[in-house]
Structures are given as structure tokens and as C-alpha cells.
């Protein structure tokens, strides 16, 4: 049985109970649905930067096999996550969020399995490319449930929370890497396995279904061939650039190839009656501001990450595990603020937090570009900057995210995938910006993209004030 959540969305338990549909109430196991989707949110944002500090021991492991091809474990993640989320959010709209989800969670969960056994390079890298996929279909479809299962004053919150937990989980995923891989790399794959088997049992008792209306449109076929192409193209030559020359004919290539899908995909949203991304998305300026934001953000923050971790090892010498526990700070500090996210938005707004997190990062790299030297001196050079760096993904993380809430219940699948595509996007340009810049781990390199950094942080704070809301007379 179904009731009717709004004039476009149904509700349903897996029970096939009533639920409430009204947003005074919420879901009666709306905590219970909390925890479960914030659970399979993080396990898909963590294996994202937790293989970073792993690639040496992954190469040691396949004798023969060049760098570059090492550098895929992380390559084909990215494309393939930020190519699926967009179409796997809309298909969740049509097909039930909770049914694609816990089909996401089971196909992260055996490609987690098989990426633990992997008796070769290959077949670790076909396994974190199906992984991704997984985790395009969990992360959208994790914020599209929520929605519907809390009352509307309640959004803000478990949105911050939620963000959070997202926040906290990137943030983590070197110190996470560092702790595992000192068993062994393939720990860090393994650990997914019991974690998936839990959720969805969990999720097979706590979730609703939520999904479109029966007879709604199925999404135009071109555009949900044309946007994942466009994207997965762009993110290729994004993470290839550096290697081959960013005026190498193939770099080129793709560039333009991306170009005409990309095109192809703004005619489709223009003109086709169900595009996979709908114009109407953008009508909301706070969502345009955070998609625009997001992008920027994590321009600047994978660097972050990635350079820390790199910086401790390449120049300082630290070990894995040292450089994983050395960053724990950063997470550490964004739980302190993503827990009180709800409270922080309703007294400031979402655009305030928001700006003086992208500030705190453009400060941390500022920081560390004049602190940070090649003798060791973790207090007083990296410390400071990685506790900024976590007050601005504690305080900028949680707001961006929360402006999928300014769309219609309908569309908060495809609103959340959008963001996170940006996100996904972001996060390439700016692995493949660090990986330019410091091909011998030198202090100037560091610098270099420790200035990239703070331009990011910069112009995501400047996207997010240039697009805030009008002030109504």
C-alpha cells in the first residue's frame, strides 16, 4: 500500500504499511532511517581518499606494473562515480530510492569483496570502477530518503548531520588508510564487506520507499547517455592531463569529445520533456550557488587531503601510518562543527557558515605555504592548518548540501546527485592539479598547489555570496 507523500512522490514501508506522509511527524523510525542512510553514506565517500596512502603498498604487491597504472585504483573510482550519480539518482526517483539503494549498497559490498582478493592490477581496478557505481547509486538516493522521513522543521538538522557525516568520512579517509594498510592494503577493502552485509539488513527493515509517481516519464534516453559521457570523459582527461601534456592531441581529444556531450546534455535539459538533469533544478539560487561552490570547494580540498598525506610521506618521511594519524585532526575538528550544523544554520543562515569555511581553507593553505618547511615541524607548521581545515568542512560541507532542500521533494534524488557530481568533478581537477604541480614532491610544488588552494577556497566563497538569495523588499 501507498499513500501519497506530494503530489509527485509515494511513500512506502518495506512492510507495506502506512507512513505518514504529513511533515509534522516524519517516519516513526526516522532515527533508525538516519542512522542506516548516514552509515552508507560515509562507506561510500571514505573509499574514496581512504586508497590514497595505500597506491605504494599496491604497487608492491604487483611487481612490474608502471605508477600510472597504480594511479587507476584511484582514477577509475572518480570517473565512474562521478559519471553514474546524476543518472542512478533519477532512475532511484522512478524505480524507489530504497530499492536502488540497497541494490548500491550489495554491488559496493562484492566489489569490495572482489577488490580485497584481487590477484592482479586489472581486476582491482575493474572491481573500485564497479564499486563506484555502487556508490553513485547510495549517495543520492541516501539523501532522497531522508527527506521524506523527518518532519520539514527537523531538514536542516539531519541535512547537517548527514553533510556531516559525508565531511567527516572524506576527511578520514587518509588517517582510516593509514591505520589499515599497516596490516595491509587489502584491509582496507575487506572492512566494507561485514559493514554492507549489516546495512542491508538494516535498511531492508528501517527504510521507506519513496519514488515517482506510477506513469511518471521515464528520463530522455539521449540525455542520460550524453551527461555520464560528458562527464566521464572530462574527469579522463582531467586525471590523464598531467601525464601525457595537457596539449597532447589525446588530452585534446577528450577535452572536445567532452565538450560536444556536454553540449548534447545542456540541449536535452533545454528542450527534451524529461532530461536526466531538469532546468528547474537551477531556478533555486541557493542550489545553482552550491553547485557552483561545490565544485570549487573540493577543487581546494582534494587537495588538501591528498597533499597532506603526500607531504608528510615524500618530503618528512613520515610512514603511512604516521601520516594517517597525523591528519586525524582535520576529521576531528569537522565533527566538532557538522554536529552542531543544524544549530549553526538557523542562527546565521546557510550562506555565513558556509562563506567562513571556504575562508578557513583558503587561510589553511595560506598557512601552510609560509609554515611548512622541509625540516619536520608538525605542531607549529602542519597542525594549525589542519584544524582549519577541518572547521571549514564542518562549517561549509553541511550548508552546500543542505540546498537540495530548497527543491521539491521530487526532485532531492537529482538535486543531491547534481551537487555531488560537482563535488566528484572538483575532486579530479584538484587530484589532477596536485599531481601536476609536485612531480618530485618538492616544497615549491607543495607551495604551488597550496596557492591553488586558497584560490579555490577564495572563489567558492565568492560563488556563494554572488548567488545568495535576493532579499525580498
Known amino acids: 500500500m501507498s499513500v501519497q507523500a506530494s503530489p509527485q512522490v509515494a511513500v512506502t514501508t518495506p512492510l507495506a504499511e502506512q507512513v505518514p506522509a504529513v511533515p509534522e511527524t516524519g517516519h516513526p523510525r526516522r532515527w533508525g532511517v538516519m542512522a542506516v542512510l548516514g552509515a552508507v553514506a560515509s562507506m561510500a565517500q571514505l573509499d574514496f ?52 539503494l540497497l541494490s548500491g549498497v550489495g554491488v559496493f559490498t562484492v566489489a569490495s569483496a572482489v577488490a580485497a582478493a584481487a590477484p592482479s592490477l586489472g581486476v582491482l581496478v575493474a572491481a573500485r570502477a564497479v564499486q563506484a557505481v555502487g556508490a553513485a547509486m547510495i549517495v543520492p538516493t541516501s539523501l532522497g530518503l531522508l527527506y521524506p522521513s523527518f518532519p520539514q522543521r527537523q531538514h536542516t538538522l539531519v541535512v547537517g548531520l548527514w553533510a556531516g557525516v559525508g565531511a567527516v568520512a572524506a576527511s578520514a579517509g587518509p588517517p582510516v588508510g593509514g591505520l589499515l594498510v599497516t596490516l595491509d592494503w587489502r584491509w582496507i577493502f575487506v572492512i566494507n564487506v561485514p559493514i554492507g552485509i549489516a546495512t542491508v539488513v538494516a ?93 570549487l570547494f573540493f577543487v581546494g580540498f582534494a587537495i588538501v587531503l591528498l597533499s597532506t598525506a603526500l607531504f608528510m610521506q615524500e618530503v618528512w618521511h613520515f610512514s603511512p601510518l604516521r601520516a594517517g594519524v597525523s591528519i586525524a585532526p582535520a576529521p576531528l575538528a569537522s565533527i566538532a562543527f557538522a554536529m552542531y550544523a543544524g544549530p549553526i544554520q538557523r542562527r546565521f543562515g546557510r550562506t555565513a557558515p558556509a562563506v567562513t569555511g571556504t575562508l578557513m581553507m583558503a587561510l589553511a593553505a595560506v598557512y601552510w605555504a609560509a609554515a611548512v618547511h622541509a625540516t619536520p615541524d608538525y605542531w607549529s607548521g602542519m597542525f594549525p592548518g589542519l584544524i582549519l581545515v577541518g572547521l571549514a568542512g564542518g562549517l561549509a560541507q553541511a550548508p552546500m548540501f543542505a540546498a537540495a532542500g530548497t527543491l521539491a521533494p521530487e526532485r532531492a534524488t537529482t538535486g543531491s546527485a547534481v551537487l555531488n557530481m560537482s563535488r566528484q568533478i572538483g575532486s579530479a581537477v584538484g587530484v589532477a592539479v596536485l599531481v601536476a604541480l609536485t612531480p618530485q614532491a618538492t616544497i615549491t610544488g607543495f607551495d604551488y598547489a597550496w596557492s591553488v588552494q586558497a584560490g579555490a577556497g577564495l572563489a567558492a566563497g565568492t560563488a556563494l555570496l554572488a548567488l545568495r538569495p535576493r532579499r525580498t523588499p
Do not use: C, M
Open 49 to 100: 581518499f581512504v586508497v590514497n596512502v595505500a597506491l605504494d603498498g599496491i604497487g608492491q604487491s604487483f611487481p612490474g606494473v608502471r605508477v600510472a597504472s597504480v594511479s587507476w585504483v584511484l582514477s577509475a573510482y572518480a570517473i565512474a562515480f562521478a559519471a553514474v550519480l546524476v543518472p542512478a539518482g533519477r532512475i532511484a526517483d522512478h524505480w524507489g530510492r530504497r530499492k536502488v
Open 203 to 295: 535498511g531492508a527493515l528501517l527504510l521507506p520507499e519513496v519514488r515517482q509517481r506510477r506513469g511518471a516519464r521515464l528520463p530522455d534516453a539521449a540525455s542520460v547517455l550524453a551527461l555520464p559521457l560528458a562527464v566521464s570523459l572530462l574527469v579522463l582527461a582531467t586525471v590523464e592531463g598531467p601525464g601525457w601534456g595537457w596539449t597532447d592531441a589525446r588530452t585534446l581529444a577528450l577535452f572536445a569529445a567532452a565538450a560536444v556531450a556536454g553540449a548534447v546534455t545542456v540541449e536535452r535539459t533545454l528542450r527534451a520533456k524529461a532530461p536526466v538533469i531538469e532546468r528547474q533544478l537551477f531556478t533555486s539560487r541557493p542550489f545553482t550557488a552550491a553547485t557552483v561552490a561545490l565544485f
